[in-house]
T-cell receptor
């Protein structure tokens, strides 16, 4: 198993550009989530999904969209990048729910918005 | 006030010392997680607890549901234990909330 994979590892964007951060898992996990990590802030939940076709907002959803058309994939879209979205983004999954199961994290995507 | 508070924020100790990191939370939870973030940035799940105590090698995690408190202990600490240790709680609404982490540095 590859576990949780994220692409790209690193990205530089200009303000106003859009992009999609990819996340995939091959463990058939129902629960997937996106976090951002900023210095002094800890990890914060952006969006999460408890299964294919179901998504919901976390603590800091503004400026981000998600979809979950398959169990395996959970892409995060930045519609119009802003410097405030400069951060490290982690995707995670767990089975069957996030309520009480071990979380598996991807390696992270480092995003710089100029 | 943050829903999950960790202490200390930073900890430096000598190799071999017994380490304790504390986590307090203010919401109802279904589980508590301890995570380790390596200097390279990767995050690994160490423990998931809903009650009592768990042990894995030199690491021990305890939780007191009534007091809304958990501790992570490291026995016979080693420089390779240097990392950021993060406490997180799973709320009943499917959301996971994280503490800000404890940066541990073990000196040889």
């Amino acid at each position: 198993n590859a576990g949780v994979t994220q692409t790209p590892k690193f990205q530089v964007l200009k303000t106003g550009q859009s992009m999609t951060l990819q996340c995939a898992q091959d463990m058939n996990h129902e629960y997937m989530s996106w976090y951002r990590q900023d210095p002094g802030m800890g990890l914060r939940l952006i969006h999460y999904s408890v299964g294919a076709g179901i998504t919901d907002q976390g603590e800091v959803p503004n400026g981000y969209n998600v979809s979950r058309s398959t169990t395996e994939d959970f892409p995060l879209r930045l519609l119009s990048a802003a410097p405030s979205q400069t951060s490290v983004y982690f995707c995670a999954s767990s089975d069957p729910r996030g309520l009480g199961e071990t979380q598996y994290f991807g390696p992270g995507t480092r995003l710089l918005v100029l | 006030k943050n829903e999950v508070e960790q202490s200390p924020q930073n900890l430096t100790a000598q190799e071999g010392e017994f380490i304790t990191i504390n986590c307090s939370y203010s919401v109802g939870i279904s589980a508590l997680h301890w995570l380790q973030q390596h200097p390279g940035g990767g995050i690994v799940s160490l423990f998931m607890l809903s009650s009592g105590k768990k042990k894995h090698g030199r690491l021990i995690a305890t939780i007191n549901i009534q007091e809304k408190h958990s501790s992570l202990h490291i026995t016979a600490s080693h420089p390779r234990d240097s990392a950021v240790y993060i406490c997180a709680v799973s709320r009943a609404d499917d959301k996971i909330i994280f503490g800000k982490g404890t940066r541990l540095h073990i000196l040889p």
